[in-house]
């Protein structure tokens, strides 16, 4: 039987390879939803390969330009949070890709979740804001949460068959991004183009800034508390350049399992689309006799104060990681417009968090006020 799914953010880094995904397994799944945001083109190319019964755009104009383009196709164009909600929440769906980027992803998430669709989560944004209450909201609605994060994956596919009960603790690698070496005053005079010249994976642009400032790291830990159930000392992190350990789990018994291979996000979102089962494939495969060398090293976190940042808001808890995910999207938006330097990102979102009115979040609407509040707070600071 054909797996219906739909996904949000189908003209980004993930949403194209998940289709990729799908062209390759053309008889296992049905397109039933797409949305983009910008990329108009993209989408309505993807539209007429894939035929899905709704596309979603966020921007009102575009949604209204590419309806015109589209004539008389039979898929519907949506605008705007209504649209993206509608096809998180299409009947016909058992499976949601959340791959927009940013926390916009949240309500759509949260509403398929309540309307008992499984969710292959690559948008990490998600679960940093609000991670509590999605992972609440899936355990009340029963449904599935699988990892796309390649790192979040890993840890997935090395706990299949096991207890959490069973875990001490996991080890999370970090390539160490473009910048692994860098000293602070190496960091103040970075650019735009050397930031986004990821060594190991080509990515979309906000989190190939986070890879760099080392955030991504930080939004990864918090994921990975609330993917796993884990403390904050269960969470280790060891940069790992190579990139081909997608990262471990240690278990009571002090045994590792590692996850490995090529560094190629196909493999995570594939795992995603067709879990439980595993599906053959014509990927790069590991050579081992070809690989010269695994190393580790610590994460440094007096320069890439990003990482510090992020693992101090989890442990502050309440409304801090809500408050440092605000920040530090903002900030990157205003780095990729080359509006401020690349050291701005950690020590405005680090002026962000000591200024934190808030303490508690209760739901979702808190959520959304305290985002809006840093937004506002972030945008006065650096515009005055
Ligand atoms: N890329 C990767 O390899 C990995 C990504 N991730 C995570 O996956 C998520 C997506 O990343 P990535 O694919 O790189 O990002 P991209 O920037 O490549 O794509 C983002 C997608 O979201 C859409 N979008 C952007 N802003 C909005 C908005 N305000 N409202 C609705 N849709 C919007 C874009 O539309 P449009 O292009 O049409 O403007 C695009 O479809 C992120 O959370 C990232 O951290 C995790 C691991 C690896
Ligand atoms: C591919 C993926 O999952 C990214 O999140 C990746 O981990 C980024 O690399 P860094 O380890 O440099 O953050
Ligand atoms: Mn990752």
Avoid at 202 to 213: E, F, H, L, P, Y
Wanted: aromatic letters at 6%; glycine letters at 6%.
């Amino acid at each position: 039987m054909m797996k219906k799914i739909s996904i949000l953010g189908s003209t980004g880094s993930i949403g194209r390879q998940t289709l990729d995904v799908v062209r390759a397994n053309r008889e296992a799944f049905c397109i039933m939803g797409l949305s983009g945001n910008h990329n108009i083109d993209l989408l309505e190319a993807q539209i007429k390969e894939f035929q899905p019964k709704i596309a979603a755009v966020m921007d009102h104009e575009k949604a209204l330009e590419l309806s015109k383009r589209l004539g008389k196709c039979s898929t519907e164009v949506l605008a705007g949070m209504e649209g993206l909600i509608a096809i998180a929440t299409m009947e016909e769906i058992e499976l949601l890709m959340t791959a927009v980027v940013g926390m916009v992803g949240l309500l759509p998430t949260i509403k398929a979740i309540q309307s008992k669709k499984n969710i292959a989560l690559a948008n990490k944004e998600t679960l940093v804001t609000a991670g509590e209450i999605v992972m609440e909201e899936a355990r009340r609605n029963q449904v599935k949460i699988i990892p796309v994060d390649s790192e979040h994956s890993a840890i997935f596919q090395c706990l299949k068959g096991y207890n959490l009960k069973e875990v001490n603790r996991i080890i999370l690698t970090a390539s160490g991004g473009p910048f692994r070496g860098f000293q602070r005053n190496q960091l103040e005079k970075v650019t735009l183009e050397e930031t986004l010249k990821h060594p190991k994976w080509n990515m979309g642009k906000k989190i190939s800034v986070d890879s760099a400032t080392l955030m991504n790291k930080g939004l990864e830990v918090i994921e990975a508390k609330w993917l796993f159930d884990l403390e904050q000392h269960q969470i280790e992190v060891v940069v790992h350049p190579q990139s081909i350990i997608h990262s471990m789990v240690e278990f009571i018994d002090s045994s590792i399992l590692a996850q490995l291979g090529c560094p190629d996000m196909r493999v995570p979102i594939q795992f995603a689309l067709t879990y439980p089962n595993r599906v053959e494939n014509q990927l790069q495969r590991l050579n081992f006799s070809e690989l010269r060398e695994l190393t580790f090293e610590k994460p440094d976190m007096e320069n890439f104060t990003c990482l510090k940042l992020a693992i101090e808001a989890m442990n502050q808890g309440g409304s801090y990681p809500t408050v440092l995910n605000a920040a530090n999207e903002v900030l990157v938006d205003r780095f990729l417009q080359r509006k401020i330097g690349f050291m701005d990102i950690p020590n405005e979102i680090e002026s962000v968090l000591e200024n934190n009115p808030f303490k508690k979040v209760e739901d979702i609407n808190e959520i959304i006020v305290i985002d809006q509040w840093t937004r506002d707070f972030v945008n006065n600071r650096i515009s005055s």
